[in-house]
């Protein structure tokens, strides 16, 4: 866990100073992950695990109660089903690794390592599917992926990454899209509720969606410094896989008809997302929901506290477990705040401060991380007091960050305002837009900014596009993006 | 989920006439798995899937009780990382897959696909470990693996499969001894007290141990065709991964040592293991703690059912549910016969049919999977009555599974006797034996069998060993194995 002999970063970058760096130092001294001899790929470390496990946790739950089921499906998949779908070969063909020799033999056909799974997916869905009685298929799995990237960045962009990946087929394209929508929802609430990370739900431009998508939605979140994250995507894939991978079923007016898919995940990305949400220059902040510990016990006193105050703290300790707080206590032979700055650079939502005095007064000092307030609570009743702080905490997190989310989203009407309101890091800039793929293009070129999504609700724009003054098509949300 | 219209098999081979294609049978018709087109791959379908999770679950939480947490370390391993460990090399290398290409370009140097991870974690500990006060480092990762195997066989040999690896270091030898033992009675207890399967917990001879290890242990069971299976492992490594990784640590006096090293796995091998330890000519049958639906409720009625009966059969699974039982209600527009083989098929350990009598009655009537008893019990009390029936199963299948094991398990005392005793399919044999590998492997030419392990506890044999009549080493089980 915390180590303090790991030489390199003691200190980390302050984040008004390089965001960026900051990133980086926080990941490292956090121990959230380190990097691997394998190029782009990480090693994800236990801090930084235990927290993916708890969004997992959120995730699978959900999904499961969503009638969906998980399975696998294999990590290979042979370089020809790949190049079934058009679009999907030539979306993924640049960023996929080949396995050519295996068992001490060249292979006779290379496998790719799944950089996503539709193609293999679909295949065995072809061979499941017969009528319509056994669609929909539900299915979600766990797994690792590999897409070949230039540029890396812990959690946000790895050559290899962890996600869920749901692929669903049914007999209409309503269901279908339903079903897109209704992950789209999942997602955000997930986000919302557990990460404390307002969304925007939207759907994508063409030029952006999915390699052989029908549509594809997103949740766009914005981090710390003004740039936005795309933090899931959801799809209906249409027949296009249905076709391409031969999915056919005999519907109820006995027709030969190809199945509507969907398919939809989210990564590990979710872990940076949390750290450039909620972070601050000394180090991480968790929303609760997904801290591994909940609250850290710190004993303070003499030389002698070993003595004198570990025992309450460690009763402490045990009654809040008992109440079901994931809580630690930290015993180590440290000055108490060495261990305020360790813990603070960890993001446990609330320190527990005990010390003689407090024994004496039988109450115990409660730090909060975001707000930095002290509050001194009873012993009596401190379960369920501190339930009640994690809450808060967990509230004040999400309307400290939908705040600033919307302090940050601003309305341009003419391209002129949208270049001025787009300089820097604005966060994001609000516009119509007429749906050319053209005006897309050269927004990014004069900007730097990219359509994030054309958010779910909006009222349809009566005006003319921001940048070519043709009639609106849709409002977008444009910003400069991770 | 079930699915009828999969053609191929419809019935299944029954289990005395041929054991092997019955376990084919019952993985494809119970939907447990699917061949893919990647040779050697498997799909792990929902049903087979679920139990994986229930299996996960019971050992991960076992596994931090005992102060273990989860990481992630990457999927590609550098080929000079591999040969850094001699041993290690030499046993893997003829299994691994290579991949050559990424990102369009060919790689300067292969990366294994990893076959086990001792190479990459090794590394990264070289970098976390300083002194003693980082240690133990004790951790977990749930993970994919390939291993390039010529003849596979779903769940029990795959090319890719699932498992947990954990990897520890320590600083005595006298730890990484313990912690390798107390992993080994932690899989013990999982597949005795969860999975109902009866092993011997021992250790392995030299030429049956980890490519690289100091020290083997492994627990073995019997399955229903009197062939053993290793069904988990757990190494001391020594200090061999520290030393060829350089894995240092100042020690308490302030020497500079290399920490030793334990790793530990399981597999979704468990799953064939649950099959074929449990199952018979009607199909799978599963011990309760791992059935994805303990209950499956049936109504039966005539063709007005769905009026009379089903209104409280769905009130009867919202009861069980609600208690905490997980269960299932099957409405399909199928007759109850058909149903009924179907789950038994699926090995569901108990069934409630609730028909317009059985309402009159204020009753429903329980089938037992295992017995096939069936028992009448009152709508009163249901839950905990259904409870209990689980408890009883669960224990009736171990205690079923142990007989049959301690029946098959005999001893020999002379070569003759062991010859004659290892003829056809007899289960265990345990004989006094040497120590040496040329009588194991003598052993194994003339009877097919292989030394499973060197039961922890055994006393000391004082006779001579049972092929070559030296001074006996130690008393050693031998069986045919999967």
Redesign the interface.
């Known amino acids: 866990?915390a180590?303090k002999?790991?030489?390199f970063v003691t200190e980390i970058t302050p984040r008004s100073e390089d965001f960026s760096q900051w990133y980086l130092d926080v990941v490292r001294r956090a121990e959230l992950a380190?990097y691997?001899?394998?190029k782009g790929?990480?090693?994800?470390?236990?801090y930084g695990?235990?927290i993916?496990?708890l969004i997992q946790q959120a995730l699978d739950v959900r999904i499961k109660a969503t009638g969906h089921?998980?399975?696998?499906?294999?990590?290979?998949?042979?370089e020809s089903?790949l190049h079934k779908e058009a679009e999907h070969v030539e979306g993924f063909?640049?960023?996929?690794?080949?396995?050519?020799?295996?068992?001490?033999e060249e292979l006779e056909e290379?496998?790719v390592?799944r950089p996503t799974s539709e193609a293999?997916v679909g295949?065995?869905y072809a061979?499941?599917v017969?009528?319509w009685?056994?669609l929909p298929i539900l299915?979600n799995q766990w797994?690792?992926v590999?897409r070949?990237?230039?540029v890396t960045r812990p959690f946000l962009r790895t050559?290899?990454f962890?996600w869920q990946e749901g692929h669903t087929a049914h007999e209409t394209e309503a269901e279908s899209e339903a079903e897109t929508l209704k992950i789209l929802d999942l997602y955000a609430e997930v986000c919302e509720t557990i990460l404390a990370m307002p969304v925007v739900k939207g759907r994508k431009s063409e030029s952006e969606k999915f390699a052989g998508a029908l549509r594809t939605y997103s949740i766009e979140a914005l981090m710390g410094d003004s740039r936005a994250l795309q933090a899931g995507t959801s799809h209906n894939l249409g027949q296009n896989f249905a076709k391409a991978f031969d999915i056919t079923f005999q519907a109820r007016d006995k027709s030969v008809q190809h199945v509507w898919g969907t398919s939809w995940g989210v990564t590990t990305r979710l872990v940076g997302a949390v750290i450039m949400t909620h972070g601050d220059d000394s180090g991480l902040i968790l929303p609760p929901l997904i801290a591994p510990y909940q609250v850290v016990v710190v004993p303070i006193g003499r030389d002698n506290w070993r003595e004198t105050v570990l025992p309450k703290a460690q009763e402490i300790k045990a009654g809040l477990a008992a109440a079901g707080i994931r809580v630690t206590l930290d015993e180590r032979d440290e000055r108490p705040g060495w261990k305020f700055a360790e813990w603070e650079l960890r993001g446990v939502p609330l320190r527990l401060e005990i010390g003689p005095r407090d024994i004496e007064k039988s109450q115990v000092l409660v730090a909060r991380r975001d707000t930095r307030e002290k509050i001194g609570v009873p012993m009596e009743g401190l379960a369920g007091r501190i339930k009640e702080l994690l809450g808060d905490v967990q509230r004040t997190l999400f309307d400290r960050a939908r705040a600033f989310r919307d302090d940050r989203t601003r309305r341009a009407s003419s391209y002129e305002e949208f270049k001025k309101l787009m300089e820097g890091r604005p966060g994001f800039v609000v516009a119509s837009w007429c749906g050319s793929a053209a005006c897309e293009a050269q927004i990014k070129t004069d900007t730097q900014a990219t359509l994030r999504n054309m958010p779910l609700g909006s009222a349809t724009p009566t005006g003319a596009c921001v940048r070519c003054d043709s009639p609106a098509a849709a409002e977008a949300w444009f910003a400069k993006a991770y």
């Open positions: 866990m180590n002999h790991e030489g380190d691997s001899p394998v790929c990480m090693v994800i470390r236990p695990y235990a993916w496990e089921v998980n399975a696998y499906f294999p990590l290979f998949i042979p089903l063909s640049p960023q996929v690794a080949y396995v050519t020799h295996g068992g001490g290379r496998l390592v293999i295949t065995m061979k499941w017969q009528g009685r056994d299915i797994a690792n590999v070949w990237e230039k050559t290899e962890l």
